[in-house]
């Protein structure tokens, strides 16, 4: 719901007493009042029908990227996001033991959110740096060696 002035929250208690709302101070002006995170839009129509059905006809579905749009107090980060790359040696369920190896000293282990143990060799600015050094990842008998995004490693 939008409104040019603040009203007080307890007016929402018609939509249930499981159902949170939040203020929300618009860049210019007003306020919007919104509640819930859906999974899907299926799921937040659902909740809009039920919420217009409770007297609120102006209701209406909204994406947290324009609501942030919209506030005067959300800073957009400037700096452009960047992908970074690795090689990923091995996955396997348990640590393992490094060998001797020139290639394992440059190597790190994560423990991803999958349970695995992930060893990876350098990380790269862009995709075709890896994959110059993934030849000699695999001559070097890591044949299962795979290029991945780094980000991807992080729980």
């Not at 102006?58 to 324009?66: R, T």
């Amino acid at each position: 719901m939008e409104s040019p002035t603040k009203v007080d929250l307890k007016s929402f208690t018609n939509l249930g007493a499981n159902i949170k709302v939040m203020e929300f101070a618009q860049k210019t002006g007003g306020f919007l009042y919104y509640y819930g995170d859906y999974k899907s839009k299926a799921d937040a129509s659902k909740a809009l029908n039920e919420c217009i059905e409770k007297g609120y006809a102006n209701a209406k579905m909204i994406d947290y990227f324009a609501l942030n749009k919209s506030n005067e107090f959300v800073i957009n980060n400037p700096v452009k996001f960047t992908k970074k790359y690795t090689i990923q040696l091995q996955a396997v369920n348990k640590p393992i033991i490094l060998h001797v190896n020139p290639i394992m000293a440059e190597t790190k282990r994560y423990q991803t959110a999958d349970g695995y143990y992930r060893y990876t060799f350098r990380e790269y600015d862009t995709i075709e740096e890896a994959q110059l050094d993934l030849k000699k990842i695999i001559d070097n008998g890591f044949t299962d060696a795979v290029i991945i995004e780094v980000s991807k490693l992080q729980k």
